[in-house]
């Protein structure tokens, strides 16, 4: 069962976007570790032809109507940004997937 | 190794070598009044981030709600296509990192698409009819815009920051994805070109969409890979994106085919990679490499109850289909009797549906159609614009028409009216008074020009009188001349001949 | 301390509308409490004085005036998990990323308090992102426990329980994943209850685990928690998984169960719930419970639920993935902290660096589970698999509910812990939840009733009553007949056993 390496916790933050610290590659390499064989026990359970549950309540088809409701002002809407410029959110360079 | 993007194969020899297989994947933007899980209007060209509400800038807390037409949607176009319509369905999120996605995640659908297992038939400009496999259609939601600040040209390579704009976060969107297209050949290209306008016209007849690829409410994403000749493997695909016209995509298609070959013929190999169309050069290059492979880690999502639409439901909204393009083609067709080649032209010319309103305004078929393929496709491919985009409407070619029918217009009269409704210089009556262009009615000024033209050449008034009709032809000319062209040849040709008689 | 603070909800709202007293006079004593002993406890994040002081005015305006008053708890003070969004009150999580976020509209549950003219006089702290068994996961310090300040007051909720138990607020809410209304109410000797889910709008609810949060009352007493659950509950049209049905007459059945007749009803006391990580005191308190019930004329059987024994593992796999989706949203762009927007980093970096800096250790450690969870190689021997336990959970429950009406069972293994205690040992504080994930993991209602105090160290034992989905009237009836049984048996109310707190020079 899961063998967490630091190369795999590296990974994971990766894929998480956390910057994580080389002491915490470390210290959650063997905490997710004892974490993941604890969890591992949902394995023994035979289930192979059991459907999974997705949703606590059995309910389907909740549509809206296709009707304008208000929503927020520009300034609302930009209230706790960061940083603004001309109406719109300003991010830091994005490194697209264009060349 | 990779070629640089310099590098391509003459296309005879690409296709001496290798078979293409296309997959086209198109994304068509619903234009619902509202979006796909918000109640934010979709309307284009408001100010920034003035159509947006919690539940799509992704605040903390906001929780998505269907919207029931944009499933309607959905389904009529599943239906359209000729798909099986799924029993029962969920949305799933796509996990993955980007400023545009005010998530972090898109919700899309991901192994239970709404819609699947379809075709669609499309005819090339000869008249070759190709089938093409619909996988699947499903729903899913649009990502904000960004716009790129400092750098070179607004790209966002080499910007220094970006700004965006959630307007169209979350405005509904329904993929198309087609089966592998395999056996083209050298018309790979125009196949897929041909698949994009068909499915542009269906989803038009459908009324679901704007269809405006320049607007980017009809988005195509084009794979390509080769096999060497002779084998049936699939060879490994690129994703060209940004093809943002008919004529990109299969120019688009048709590079990628020679750059790849040329890769392949170098004893390279083909990167799955993400590739950019460069409209100004016709070639395309690829995207950032990422570090980490691509893992969405799609699940059911959460917030959202699962889709089983009812028999009853799917066979209400199978009732609401429109007639089909292809059905319409063959009805009109029938309709004009028009041959083969004549149902191509107006095809090709993109003309079907103004020809039809041109008709529904007044006009015969023959008439209409004359207008939209020959003399207005003309003006269309001088002017570089879609037929649609002339600045005339059916209805001002139908009044032109009519004026023709009514013998208040000779032809080349009718073409300055075209001309001038075509310049901005209003209605077709309006064009006629300011231009002073109404045939010549009135007998006594005709009977003028007549006697004139008669006086002006004697021998060919002795000729007629002598019963030589048709030297009246020559008197005709002059008396049109004289006349600007705007007398009616067959009332002159009368008054002559009354002249000349006994 | 005022008689105005250790009044119940019940007795605080009748006062109000029969003109007896103001609701700016309780609102004021509760906020004086605040005051006093806040620095000790630290119930709250934040204290919406000038609010909560004009919202009782408008319920004296419409009592002088003769007005009906908005609700049956118009007046009457509440304290609310601050992970519910409340349109210019700050709204923090617990956590360091949202410090400073004021939310542009309320959530469903709060717009129904204002509604309701309840008094909402601040937001309570919590673990982060109501991650956590402790709240020792709060990026704003730990709460203490009113019963002994060395001690947890229980998480997520511990913010919420603390206060009730403190007197500074005789209503509360909060939201249970895992546990997180119950496990506190339990260690704090107050009441707390999960609705079933889609009972409580989330609308405005910040997600932890989409599919298992549900918002729920939190009081000092069943009848309480029943007035507040009536007020909060039913059909919401923003949340699709808002079930569209009344509210189960909760209020009529705690007003029946405190007669104390039991008679007729069938309790099943679940099997599974018993062994190694179970505190003998808390085991004595239990049995002593059932003993009660049965006295109350109910008839007691044991019952099995096998798959409950892996709800634990499946809800440490569904809960983890779902968040690390859920979370992924706070990345510095459009709201919240932004960390290392400087030397051309890009946004990836400062995404990254930004996380990074505002999430605290248990976050990261369940966004990464999470992410391993759902990655394609892990997905079905992971989250699917815990999906189909999930399953066979639900099964359990339903066999158990065609031979019973409720079941029962201790709320938490052990009796508050000590803080610090289990920080550094994820897996001992997921133990906390052993008794209470089953009910989040079906869906279906759960609560927590105090249960006397444990004979070994003294501190509150919870019992736990569970029912079939949209029956939450069953388990208010058994509460509120096991309340009155107890309060006799031990002559008054538990909770004014709570030590007296030092109330800081002022
Ligand atoms: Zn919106």
Known sequence: MPNISREEVAHLARLARLAVTEDELDKFAGQLDVILQSVASVGEVAAQEIPPTSHAVPLRNVFRADEPRPGLSQQQALAGAPAVEEGRFRVPRILGEEA | MT???????????????????????????????????????????????????????????????????????????????????????????????????????????????????????????????????????????????????????????????????????????????????????????????????????????????????????????????????????????????????????????????????????????????????????????????????????????????????????????????????????????????????????????????????????????????????????????????????????????????????????????????????????????????????????????????????????????????????????????????????????????????????? | MSDLTHSTAAELAAKIHAGEVSSVEVTRAHLDRIGAIDETVHAFLHVDTDGALAAAQRVDDDVAAGRPVASPLAGVPLALKDVFATEGIPTTCGSKILENWIPPYDSTVARKLRDAGVVVLGKTNMDEFAMGSSTENSAYGVTRNPWDLDRIPGGSGGGSSASLAAFQAPLAIGTDTGGSIRQPASVTGTVGVKPTYGGVSRYGLVAFSSSLDQGGPCARTVLDAALLHEVIGGHDPLDSTSIDAPVPPVVAAAREGAAGDLRGLRVGVVREFTGEWYQDGVIAAFDQAVEALRGLGAEVVEVSCPHFDYALPAYYLIAPSECSSNLARFDAMRYGLRVGDENGNSAEQVMALTREAGFGAEVKRRVMVGTYALSSGYYDAYYGQAQKVRTLISRDFERAFGDVDVLVSPTTPTTAFRIGERVDDPVAMYRADLCTIPANLAGTPAMSVPAGLSDDDGLPVGLQVMAPALQEQRMYKVAAAYEAARDKAWGGPLINRVPELEVAAR
């Open chain 2, 3 to 502: 070629a640089s993007t310099a590098d391509v194969l003459d296309y005879d020899e690409v296709l001496a070598r290798f078979d293409p297989v296309l997959g086209l994947e198109v994304h068509v933007e619903l234009s619902t009044n509202t979006k796909m899980f918000c109640g934010c209007p979709t309307a284009f060209g408001a100010e920034p981030n003035t159509q947006v509400c919690p539940v799509c800038l992704g605040l903390p807390g906001a929780l998505p709600v269907v919207n029931g037409a944009a499933v309607e949607s959905a389904i009529r176009i599943g239906l359209a296509l000729g798909c099986d319509i799924a029993e029962w369905c969920r949305f799933a999120r796509k996990n993955y990192f980007y400023p545009d996605m005010p998530k972090n995640f898109q919700t899309s659908q991901y192994d239970e698409p709404i819609a699947f297992d379809g075709k669609l038939d499309l005819e090339l400009e000869d008249g070759t009819v190709v089938e093409v496999g619909i996988e699947r259609a499903h729903m899913e939601e649009d990502t904000g815009k960004s716009l790129h600040v400092g750098g070179a040209t607004g790209r966002i390579h080499g910007a220094e920051h970006s700004l965006l704009d959630y307007n169209r976060a979350g405005v509904p969107l329904i993929e198309i994805v087609t089966k592998p297209i395999t056996g083209t050949g050298a018309r790979a290209p125009e196949v897929a070109r041909a698949y994009v306008t068909a499915l542009r016209d269906l989803l038009r007849a459908l009324g679901v969409s704007d269809v405006r690829m320049d607007q980017g409410s009809l988005r195509c994403d084009a794979n390509v890979s080769l096999m060497p000749k002779g084998t049936t493997v699939f060879g490994t695909r690129t994703e060209t994106k940004n093809v943002n016209s008919l004529r990109s995509v299969e120019r688009a298609v048709r590079y990628e085919m020679t750059r790849q070959a040329a890769v392949l013929a170098g004893g390279g190999e083909i990167l799955q990679e993400t590739r950019h169309f460069d409209e100004s050069t016709g070639s395309t290059s690829a995207g950032r490499r990422k570090e980490t492979s691509e893992d969405y880690r799609y699940f059911p999502e959460p917030d959202l109850v699962p889709i089983a639409p009812s028999a009853e439901w799917v066979e209400k909204l199978r009732a609401t289909l429109p007639e089909m393009p292809w059905q319409r083609r063959k009805r009109i067709q029938a309709d004009w009797q028009l041959s083969d080649l004549e149902l191509r032209d107006l095809v090709n010319a993109g003309a079907v549906d103004l020809v039809a309103a041109t008709v529904d305004a007044g006009a015969t078929p023959n008439e209409a159609r004359a207008w939209w393929v020959n003399y207005l496709s003309q003006e269309a491919n001088t002017r570089g614009v879609e037929l649609a985009e002339l600045p005339i409407t059916p209805a001002q070619v139908a009044r032109v028409a009519a004026m023709v029918a009514d013998g208040k217009l000779t032809n080349k009269l009718a073409r300055e009216v075209v001309d001038g409704v075509l310049a901005g210089e209003g209605e077709p009556d309006a064009v006629v008074a300011a231009r002073g262009l109404e045939v010549v009615s009135d007998d006594s000024a005709l009977y003028a020009a007549v006697d004139e033209a008669l006086a002006a050449q004697p021998d060919v008034a002795d000729k007629i009188r002598g019963g030589k009709v048709q030297a009246a032809g020559a008197i005709v000319g002059a008396v049109m001349k004289a006349t600007k062209g705007q007398a009616d040849a067959k009332r002159v040709r009368e008054l002559i001949l009354e002249r000349c008689a006994g």
